[in-house]
């Protein structure tokens, strides 16, 4: 997800509108990249050193800003978590987008066209590290319920999606709660399926989206 982002000559000064619309203010794009910065050094403070290790010093010294950098944009290592957990709910969002059939093909009319996204999305291999770090940021939000409240929208979100797919209800439900626990298997290394099997997971998987069609 220089020392602060509070003052920057910059950042006052907005660019005027054009034609094609208002200009975006320097100071918002300054600000997000910033928060960008400081989860991209947690993330690499977790999987280095555990998430035991992460406090709002360590994020900072590892993103080269201030303690008060970072406290401007989370003024909490709470908040940092759930950053850090909005960022892999965002990333799988991402996949399901891409697995996403081109609007108005004859695929994107199907039932079951999100569903399969969301297998897909699953599916798709983890980037080296996201595993363990997905793992330790659970682990850590397990410990304070209010930081799974992303993840818990998140997924009431994916349910609700899937139910309006043309699917059986109940069908998607199980098939949402399959893909989660091969998820979390993944996660956590639950005897999680590898190679042809896995494959062959996967198909039984997309099997169920094409059970009514």
């Not at 509108?17 to 990249?33: E, F, M």
């Not at 989860?39 to 555990?50: K, M, P, S, T």
Request: hydrophobic share 45%.
């Amino acid at each position: 997800m220089p020392a602060t982002t509070t003052t920057s000559p910059i950042a006052d000064t907005a660019s005027p509108a054009t034609s094609t619309g208002p200009a975006v203010r320097p100071a918002k794009r300054d600000s997000a990249a910033t928060k960008r910065r400081i989860v991209d050094a947690a993330e690499r403070v977790v999987l280095r050193d555990g998430v035991g290790h992460l406090t709002l010093e360590a994020a900072a010294t590892e993103a080269g800003l201030s303690k008060g950098g970072v406290l401007y944009h989370y003024p909490t290592r709470d908040a940092l978590v759930a950053a850090m957990v909005t960022r892999i709910i965002e990333q799988f969002e991402e996949d399901i987008d891409a697995f996403l059939p081109e609007p108005g093909s004859p695929e994107a009319n199907r039932p079951g066209a999100y569903a399969r996204a969301y297998v897909h999305a699953t599916l798709e291999p983890a980037a080296p590290g996201q595993e363990r770090l997905g793992a330790a940021l659970l682990a850590a939000a397990a410990a304070e319920p209010e930081l799974l409240v992303p993840l818990q929208k998140a997924a009431d979100g994916w349910q609700a999606r899937l139910e309006g797919d043309g699917l059986d209800i109940a069908l998607v439900t199980v098939l949402r709660m399959a893909c989660d626990g091969l998820w979390m298997c993944d996660l956590f290394g639950l005897a999680s399926p590898r190679g042809d099997l896995r494959a062959a997971v996967g198909a039984a998987f997309e099997q169920m989206t094409r059970a009514t069609t």
